[in-house]
């Protein structure tokens, strides 16, 4: 199993500001995923990218992946204050020990 | 709609008087997890299943069971609940013949066990 640490653990900004968090890990992947939790519910999946990709977008998402330095991180453009929640990433598949994730606070 | 449906969603009980929280998935997934969630700690894996009659511990696993007679559910199981397993609980099923590792989770169950 592989485990993901995110950071910072959290963030807070402001509405329209982007919002960026990074993850490392310890061995080599396939592909990692993001998911993001808000309060109390249960983890949604938001990107995922494989290993023979650099950077990956989706909507206001940009992921980024460097495999060299075992590192990803997420891009959150224009934040909204709808975004604020927790965020995690997956470096180990559907058997990935899940850190404490990246909590985001976007102020209105 | 692919779903993972848990039940409960809340739970108020007391010492030692055992109780089920159900996992049903909809996607024909072979595997299926469950997961505490404290504040501070992440989601800690409980008990997993790898496809039906095969499970196995999870990080923190003592004080519960499971089991996996059917590929749709995954039951959790405390026999005899004490107040340290008062948490978050989250089922989550994947499927890794697709080879993405994509996790689906439940909505959550909240326990508390006076």
């Known amino acids: 199993s592989q485990q993901g640490e995110e950071d910072p653990q959290a963030l807070s900004i402001q509405e329209g500001e982007n919002a960026t968090m990074n993850c490392s890990y310890k061995?080599?992947?396939?592909?990692l995923q993001w998911y993001r939790q808000n309060s109390g519910r249960g983890l949604v999946h938001l990107i995922l990218?494989?290993?023979?990709?650099r950077e990956k977008h989706s909507g206001r998402l940009r992921v980024t992946l460097d495999t060299s330095k075992k590192s990803s991180s997420l891009l959150i453009t224009a934040s909204r204050a709808a975004d604020t929640a927790s965020y995690f990433c997956?470096?180990?598949?559907?058997?990935?020990?899940f850190g404490a994730g990246t909590r985001l606070f976007v102020k209105a | 709609e692919a779903q993972v449906t848990q039940n409960p969603r809340y739970l108020i009980t007391v010492t030692g008087k055992k109780l089920t929280v159900t996992c049903s998935q909809n996607?024909?997934?072979?595997?299926m997890s469950w997961y505490r969630q404290d504040p501070g700690l992440g989601l800690r894996q409980i008990y997993y299943?790898?496809?039906?009659?095969?499970?196995d511990k999870g990080d923190v696993p003592e004080g519960y069971k499971v089991s996996r007679k059917e590929k749709r559910n995954f039951p959790l199981i405390l026999e005899s609940p004490s107040p340290n397993q008062t948490s978050l609980y989250f089922c989550?099923?994947?499927?890794?013949?697709?080879?993405?590792?994509?996790?689906?989770f439940g909505e959550g169950s909240r326990l508390t066990v006076l």
């Open positions: 299943s790898m496809n039906v009659e095969v499970t």
């Open positions: 997956a470096p180990g598949g559907f058997k990935t020990i």
């Open positions: 990218i494989r290993s023979n990709e």
């Open positions: 061995t080599s992947i396939n592909n």
């Open positions: 989550a099923s994947s499927s890794p013949s697709k080879n993405t590792g994509e996790l689906f």
């Open positions: 996607m024909n997934h072979e595997y």
